[in-house]
Every structure is written in C-alpha cells, then in structure tokens.
C-alpha cells in the first residue's frame, strides 16, 4: 500500500451532522478498497485565498491513510460527488511509505 494525504473543506456553516456524515463517508470509501486511516487532524475554520462558491472561509480537514494506487480513483469519485465538499485534493506521499 502507499501513502496518501487527503486535505478537503466544506461550507463553515454546514451542521455538524452533515459535517459527521461526510467524514463517515470518506472513511467507510477508503476502508472500502482495504485502505488504513493512519490520522485525522481537523484544522478547523481557516480564510480562503480567494473566494470560491461565494464562500470565503472554509472548514479544512487533513487525512492521512493507506491505499492501492488503483482505490484512489474511487476515492476522487465519491469526494467529487459529495456536495458537501467544496474542494479536495489527494496527495501521494513517497515519504511515508
């Protein structure tokens, strides 16, 4: 398996509920394709460089995990159809492996 980092954020005002319910998404995905989840660090509201969607804060999530390069794929997929999250981006990292 190989190391990646999966950093996405959602809408600040979104329910905690929906907020809970995204994470139980992106993780039951992962452990789907017999990934790990390694951390979760929650970096909580931070400022946007530039406004997107008419939001200009967002509530960032870091994941760092385990999979077979050919899980990522679906990994992307589901992040992408999540409407909850506004924007992610899924990181190898060689230096974890």
């Known amino acids: 398996m190989k190391a990646y980092e999966l950093l996405f954020f ?3 005002s979104i329910d905690e ?5 995204t994470m139980k998404r992106v993780e039951t995905t992962i452990a789907a394709g017999n990934g790990a989840i390694d951390n979760v660090d929650d970096w909580g509201k931070r400022k946007l460089a530039y406004e997107i969607n008419g939001l200009t804060d967002g509530d960032y999530t870091l994941i760092d995990f385990h999979a077979e390069p050919e899980n990522i794929a679906e990994l992307d997929r589901v992040l992408r159809i999540t409407d909850a999250i506004v924007r992610h981006m899924i990181v190898k990292r060689t230096d974890r492996d």
């Open 17 to 21: 509920e929906t907020r809970a319910a």
């Open 10 to 12: 959602v809408s600040p």
